[in-house]
């Protein structure tokens, strides 16, 4: 039976915050099947991410866009976006105690099974994926694109996640050798962590809007197919290993 991919609005609260995810699967799919959260660049949950999560439901997952931001907040404006990115960064256990309450949201729907969960994060949703796993939030597999990788939370005990990490060689905001470090304390904490590194690929290579973004804001930012295909295409056997 062919694919209908689904799609439907998931709201949770943290304290006064309501909190506004995208839930996406396949309706004729037979049985729970594992979650992949989709956790968002800083631009938000724009058109991009809801295709990513409609993506992980074409894969045979329910795909989850969470918010980060809380009211499903999302802007075009850079300036705008990196002022909502500093205070959520600014109050970080907020920012996890909104990463485990959308974990706990969609751990209830109907469609999902609730023991296998995965995770992928794009820019500054990488970081925070990458930071809730070094504070012990458990992901059977986490792939991150293009993360920022300064200023992580640190490390609080044993990583049980398998972490694999994408990222341009010519990216200003993930250096290899910086890469290579957080990779490496990862590892010596009990993870097992894989990094690919693209050559001559920049920030948001996953993007196809990157180069307009680029241009509007004066940011490093560059798309690149091969490497956005090719990453994709590690994280979907990457899952299919860890989660079955």
Known sequence: MAAEIKTEEL???SDELTMKGLVAYDANAA???PVVLVVPEFWGRTAYMEKRTRD???AGYVGFAIDLYGEGRVTEDAGEATELMNQALADFE???TRYRLAIEAIKRHDAVDAQRLAAIGYCFGGAVGLSMARQGVHHDALATFHAGISGLAPIAGTIDTPIW??????DPMAEPQEVERVAQA??????????TRYPGVSHAFTNPGADEKAEKFGLPLSYDKAA???SLAKTLEFFANKLG
Do not use: S
């Open 11 to 13: 709201e949770y609260r």
């Open 31 to 33: 049985g729970p099947r």
């Open 56 to 58: 992980m439901a074409e």
């Open 94 to 96: 907020g920012l996890k």
């Open 165 to 170: 990490i994408f990222t341009g060689e010519d």
């Open 186 to 195: 990862m590892r010596e904490a009990g993870a097992e962590v894989q990094v």
């Open 228 to 230: 956005d295909r090719d």
